[in-house]
């Protein structure tokens, strides 16, 4: 069975509607390969 990594970070995380758009990538993910391994480094931050 093969596993799958992906990496978020950054301006992927920026804020709460780009979060879904992660989460929901990650459910794809699941679904497709069911071995995910999520790596999440530092949030951006949003300035305004």
Do not use: C, H, P
Request: charged fraction near 25%; hydrophobic fraction near 40%; proline fraction near 0%.
């Amino acid at each position: 069975m093969n596993t799958i990594v992906i990496k978020f970070g950054g301006s992927s995380l920026a804020d709460n509607e780009k979060l879904k758009l992660v989460a929901n990538k990650i459910i794809e993910y699941y679904n497709e390969y069911k071995r995910v391994v999520v790596v999440v480094s530092a949030q951006r931050k949003n300035n305004g």
